[in-house]
């Protein structure tokens, strides 16, 4: 543990101690940021990487992004478009710790994902995919601050469990920065673009979102509603309120969430029953 903030930041964006990332995510970043990259050309670096390939489309055809048909990579970077696959990507080896090391905090994950898209479509709102993706990457931090610092999480978790506080108060106290933060410094040490790295990095404080807000609310409100289902587990007993220029922002009213609360409840079983999948395999 450290108590220097800088010195915990340069720890956690030391994503050469990331576990397994492979070597085709340094290709595929390469690639991302030249003009030039077919979509085509992309889809066959990432498709080198069987394990990976399996990951994508596993996740691609999930709930959170509304169970499509997809079969190839190249499929799914045409559907998805190519900045979901690559945080996908990006992403998959974290997943597979979560998934084994921490089932409630990816089943959560998986409902703030499913939970942002359907609020997307229902508010007719464009990029509902990378919304999703949003909404599945909004806790990274806590991953990487379990992976990364151990000691903290401990400490952060009994603060958790003795005081009665939030996660993100208790992580304030213990290491100087909160998990939104931190997922947000690893979204910009990944390339990742502001309309995911903004999410990630202030759904717990949407008005600091200044070119991402709208997006940035869905998933503030996807991971409320999810917390309020008691669907999987973020590390939080209560429910956090619903901050008033998220409501604003999306202009909601108490039919719509309804509704969509409603929706949430229908699409969980499906989650559910796909988490149950992912973790038999």
């Not at 990332?21 to 069987?50: C, G």
């Not at 998934?99 to 709102?125: D, P, R, T």
């Not at 990274?140 to 005081?163: F, Q, S």
């Not at 079983?269 to 999948?277: G, M, R």
């Given at each position: 543990?450290?108590?220097?903030?800088?010195?915990?930041?340069?720890?956690?964006?030391?994503?050469?101690?990331?576990?397994?990332?492979?070597?085709?995510?340094?290709?595929?970043?390469?690639?991302?940021?030249s003009n030039k990259s077919?979509?085509?050309?992309?889809?066959?670096?990432?498709?080198?990487?069987?394990v990976l390939s399996a990951r994508i489309l596993r996740l691609a055809n999930s709930p959170s992004y509304g169970f499509h048909r997809v079969s190839t990579i190249t499929?799914?970077?045409?559907?998805?478009?190519?900045?979901?696959?690559?945080s996908l990507a990006l992403s998959s080896s974290i997943f597979a710790i979560m998934e084994k090391e921490s089932i409630g905090?990816?089943?959560?994950?998986?409902?703030?994902?499913?939970?942002?898209?359907?609020?997307?479509?229902?508010?007719g709102l464009p990029e509902c995919e990378e919304i999703a993706t949003a909404?599945?990457?909004?806790?990274?931090?806590?991953?990487?601050?379990?992976?990364?610092?151990?000691?903290?999480?401990?400490?952060?978790?009994e603060l958790v469990r003795t005081r009665n506080m939030y996660v993100l108060e208790a992580e304030l106290e213990i290491i100087d920065t909160d998990h939104a933060e931190v997922g947000g410094w690893l979204s910009k040490s990944w390339f990742l673009p502001d309309k995911l790295s903004e999410?990630?990095?202030?759904?717990?404080?949407?008005?600091?979102?200044?070119?991402?807000?709208i997006k940035t609310a869905v998933v503030h409100i996807a991971d409320a509603l999810i917390k309020a289902s008691g669907?999987?587990?973020?590390?939080?007993?209560?429910?956090?309120?619903?901050?008033?220029?998220?409501?604003d922002t999306l202009k909601l009213n108490?039919?719509?969430?309804?509704?969509?609360?409603?929706?949430?409840?229908?699409?969980?079983?499906?989650?559910?029953?796909?988490?149950?999948?992912?973790?038999?395999?």
């Amino acid at each position: 543990m450290t108590d220097n903030r800088s010195d915990l930041k340069k720890i956690i964006m030391d994503t050469k101690t990331l576990p397994t990332l492979p070597n085709v995510i340094h290709k595929l970043n390469a690639l991302s940021v030249s003009n030039k990259s077919s979509v085509q050309e992309m889809a066959r670096i990432v498709s080198s990487d069987q394990v990976l390939s399996a990951r994508i489309l596993r996740l691609a055809n999930s709930p959170s992004y509304g169970f499509h048909r997809v079969s190839t990579i190249t499929n799914a970077m045409i559907l998805l478009g190519v900045n979901v696959v690559k945080s996908l990507a990006l992403s998959s080896s974290i997943f597979a710790i979560m998934e084994k090391e921490s089932i409630g905090l990816w089943e959560h994950s998986l409902g703030v994902g499913v939970a942002a898209n359907l609020i997307a479509h229902k508010l007719g709102l464009p990029e509902c995919e990378e919304i999703a993706t949003a909404g599945l990457l909004h806790d990274i931090g806590k991953i990487i601050i379990g992976l990364k610092c151990p000691d903290a999480e401990k400490a952060i978790l009994e603060l958790v469990r003795t005081r009665n506080m939030y996660v993100l108060e208790a992580e304030l106290e213990i290491i100087d920065t909160d998990h939104a933060e931190v997922g947000g410094w690893l979204s910009k040490s990944w390339f990742l673009p502001d309309k995911l790295s903004e999410p990630i990095a202030f759904h717990h404080d949407v008005v600091k979102s200044e070119n991402h807000r709208i997006k940035t609310a869905v998933v503030h409100i996807a991971d409320a509603l999810i917390k309020a289902s008691g669907f999987g587990n973020s590390g939080d007993s209560f429910v956090p309120k619903i901050q008033g220029i998220a409501w604003d922002t999306l202009k909601l009213n108490e039919q719509l969430l309804t509704e969509l609360v409603d929706q949430i409840e229908d699409k969980l079983v499906e989650v559910k029953n796909f988490s149950l999948e992912m973790l038999s395999n």
